[in-house]
């Protein structure tokens, strides 16, 4: 009789904690705080004012260093208020830290390229402009030299030409690009780089003037 009585408390005892199990299991799993880094999307469903749409959210902006983050998914400040004590922040699975990391690794060597760029581009620069100051000062150096050589007592080259002698006694000499004749003892008679001789009267009578110039005594 004690015998059946104490197999009966087993049973009983037995079908207690198989009824309560679940219900210990849930309470562990509420107890058991949210990593926002690693959860289900399930998981993160269950918790509130989350749903459906936030989860996808959640999941897509990861990974977080911290709950507020939760912001920078979409989710709103309020949500955020209510499962703040109910979640955590895990340490990221490497996918998602490499992920993260990306767009910073990206965004250096942008930087890092352009700083090359630039460097080169005014090394470029630097180099075109010493090589323009020489080529600059070659010139105004050879001038120098020539003048150097050629000394003070050189004579300077005259714009007229050679007088050129008149072909009968008498002629005027014509210069064609301004219009005036110049009479012999003139310092232009046969001398204009455009001109030539005619008689006074075929000068005059093709339009030609006399130069103002006075005639040089004989």
């Known amino acids: 009789m004690r015998q059946l009585r104490n197999k009966g408390l087993a049973v009983l005892l037995g079908a207690i904690c198989l009824l309560w199990a679940p219900t210990l299991l849930a309470a562990k799993k509420k107890a058991e705080k949210v990593?926002?880094?690693n959860a289900t999307q399930q998981e993160l469903e269950a918790l509130p004012g989350v749903g459906a749409?936030?989860?996808?959210?959640?999941?897509a902006g990861r990974p977080y260093k911290s709950v507020s983050d939760l912001s920078k998914a979409g989710v709103p400040e309020k949500t955020i208020s209510?499962?703040?004590?109910?979640?955590?922040?895990?340490?990221?699975p490497k996918a998602e830290a490499e992920k993260a990391a990306a767009p910073a690794?990206?965004?250096?060597?942008?930087?890092?390229?352009?700083?090359t760029k630039e460097s080169k581009k005014e090394s470029t620069t630097s180099t075109t402009s010493a090589a323009s100051s020489a080529a600059a000062a070659a010139p105004a150096?050879?001038?120098?030299?020539?003048?150097?050589?050629?000394?003070?007592?050189?004579?300077?080259?005259?714009?007229?030409?050679?007088?050129?002698?008149?072909?009968a006694k008498g002629m005027v000499w014509v210069n064609t690009e301004t219009?005036?004749?110049?009479?012999?003892?003139d310092r232009w008679y046969g001398k204009t780089k455009h001109g030539k001789y005619m008689t006074e009267a075929d000068a005059l009578a093709a339009g030609f003037r006399e130069s103002k110039e006075k005639m040089k005594a004989k």
């Open 35 to 37: 990593d926002l880094n």
């Open 179 to 185: 219009k005036v004749f110049h009479r012999e003892g």
């Open 53 to 59: 749409a936030y989860a996808q959210k959640i999941i």
């Open 82 to 92: 209510e499962i703040k004590s109910l979640v955590k922040v895990g340490k990221a």
């Open 105 to 115: 690794a990206m965004s250096e060597k942008k930087s890092t390229t352009k700083e």
């Open 141 to 167: 150096a050879a001038s120098g030299s020539s003048a150097k050589k050629a000394g003070p007592s050189a004579p300077a080259a005259s714009s007229a030409e050679s007088a050129q002698a008149p072909p």
